[in-house]
């Protein structure tokens, strides 16, 4: 093992601990990480900057857009609300309902909005059906983790993978390519939710004590803290919410549980969930800023677009989905050799069509694509093209590959899937992609096998963060608005983990052959 092996491991050892212990956002922690492999000659300038202009990064940042433009045009909740029993059903049948659809519609559509907008309707309307609603949002983020597995841009970590695949000279994954392992996952995904949600779930755990509203201008609000938010890490006797926002911390429920005691000792945290009395303003104002994730005061919002605009979001959607997967087809090619009709190509036109129509602020457009993300995504291809470069994923690949001589490739991709999958639920999804693809396309490589079946893999298991309500975004949301503890998570997302691990191992190969 020579210097330069040796000084990678240590660098992404220290990239793995400052991402668990948050000491920065994962964009700046894989940028410094892929400057210092710059400094040591590990990567060069071009290789650095490979990632930032990369399709699949580009294309994650116009389906940041494309997703603000079909929140905005308030179609998705119309649509979503038309699926809400009215009265006289169970946890089950409202399930039956509900998780299908929400699976669909996040194979299509960033994970985040969708639980942004659907988690305010689920509460209210649970409430009014006298259903506890810690059954069905826990299963909401669940059920897009799923749906995001079965289409090339259900996540960003498929283009992620996608992408890597096309530097290494492979064909990368079609628009549907991934359904062929992602629906199966997903429908016994759901039959498992649909078993168990009523038995492995807590009941309501509403805890929250009514305060006295001192004026009639001003109600309640649930803010969950995203990590933009100024006062991260600040007690709140340091933070002057009221001067900063206008309203007034009444409680603060952290880890899933309202914080008892004296407010200002309270330290915030990304995802923390606060509940403020604030007048009509305060939604307007910061609805759409990044520093809270989620804002809900318990009320259906105004149509925010004329209906025309809003048919017409959905129509420019299904028109880019339709033509990504037409472009696709031989006979679409060979009418067009000069010009390669792929997503990033549709994805650009609805970008810049809806930017025209004002179906999202154009003059703000900047506010919506979550730069750290991008710059995480980027930053991962320099990550990964520099374990490569220094021989670390051959000798890695050696050695997993010794371990498993006479077992063959499936215990090669049961490892694979383990060792994403944990990393996933410590780090970002991007992040652990990046360490896994190298290390799967040399083992591949060394086996003389089929690779594609370890990239199928990576992008399943780096998808599917069930067992910690820290391991993605969503799952913090409905933590917050939910009251669920870490247990909950682990009691109910971990033998989904492991049902997601048999069959995306046991299956992937028969799809994909080594």
Request: with cysteine; proline share 5%.
């Amino acid at each position: 093992m020579n210097l330069k092996i040796i000084f990678v491991l240590v660098v992404l050892a220290g990239m793995v601990v400052a991402l668990i212990k948050d000491r920065m956002r994962p964009g700046m922690i894989l940028f410094s990480v892929s400057v210092l492999f710059l400094c040591v000659g590990i990567l060069n300038p071009r290789e650095v900057l490979e990632g930032f202009s990369n399709k699949g990064m580009i294309t994650v940042a116009m389906l940041f857009l494309v997703s603000e433009g079909i929140r905005q045009s308030g179609t998705l909740a119309q649509l979503f609300k038309k699926f809400l029993p009215k009265e006289n059903t169970t946890i089950t049948k409202s399930q039956l309902r509900l998780l299908p659809t929400i699976s669909g519609i996040s194979a299509f559509l960033n994970n985040t909005p969708v639980v942004v907008i659907f988690a305010p309707i689920i509460k209210r309307w649970a409430e009014s059906v006298k259903l506890p609603s810690t059954k069905f949002l826990l299963p909401l983020t669940y059920a897009t983790s799923l749906g995001g597995v079965c289409t090339l841009i259900g996540t960003s970590t498929n283009l992620v993978v996608h992408g890597m695949m096309l530097e290494a000279g492979y064909d990368g994954f079609s628009m549907f390519e991934l359904s062929k392992i992602g629906v199966p996952i997903a429908i016994v995904g759901i039959i498992y939710m649909l078993i168990c949600s009523g038995k492995l779930l807590p009941e309501s755990r509403n805890v929250s004590e009514e305060f006295q509203e001192e004026n009639r201008d001003l109600h309640k609000v649930e803010a969950v803290l995203g990590p933009r938010f100024p006062g991260i890490n600040k007690t709140l006797g340091e933070f002057d919410f009221h001067r900063h926002y206008g309203a007034t911390v009444k409680e603060v429920k952290t880890g899933g549980q309202y914080v008892k005691g004296n407010l200002d000792d309270i330290v915030l945290k990304e995802g923390d969930t606060l509940v403020l009395l604030a007048d009509d303003s305060f939604i307007p104002t910061w609805g759409e800023s990044r520093v809270f994730l989620m804002l809900a005061n318990g009320k259906d919002e105004p149509e925010p677009i004329s209906k025309k605009k809003k048919w017409f979001a959905l129509v420019l959607f299904l028109l880019m989905i339709t033509g990504a997967t037409l472009g696709e087809l031989p006979i679409v090619q060979e009418a067009f050799p000069d010009m390669k009709l792929d997503m990033f190509f549709f994805v650009c036109i609805t970008t810049v069509i809806m930017a025209w129509m004002n179906l999202f602020p154009a003059k703000k457009y900047t506010k919506y694509i979550s730069w750290d993300i991008l710059i995480t995504i980027a930053c991962a291809f320099a990550i990964s093209k520099a374990i490569g470069n220094s021989g670390l994923a051959d000798v890695a690949a050696r050695y997993i590959i010794s371990l498993s001589e006479t077992t063959g490739p499936y215990v090669l991709l049961a490892m694979t899937f383990l060792i994403t999958n944990i990393f996933t639920q410590l780090i970002t999804n991007n992040a652990a992609a990046a360490l896994g693809f190298p290390v799967a396309l040399s083992v591949a490589t060394q086996l003389g096998v089929n690779p594609t079946p370890f990239f199928v893999v990576i992008c399943v298991a780096a998808s599917t963060s069930f067992i910690s309500p820290v391991s993605y975004q969503t799952n913090m949301i409905v933590q917050g608005i939910g009251g669920y503890t870490f247990m909950d998570f682990v009691k109910f997302g971990l033998p989904l983990n492991i049902i997601v691990f048999l069959l995306a191992v046991f299956l992937t190969p028969l799809i994909w052959p080594f």
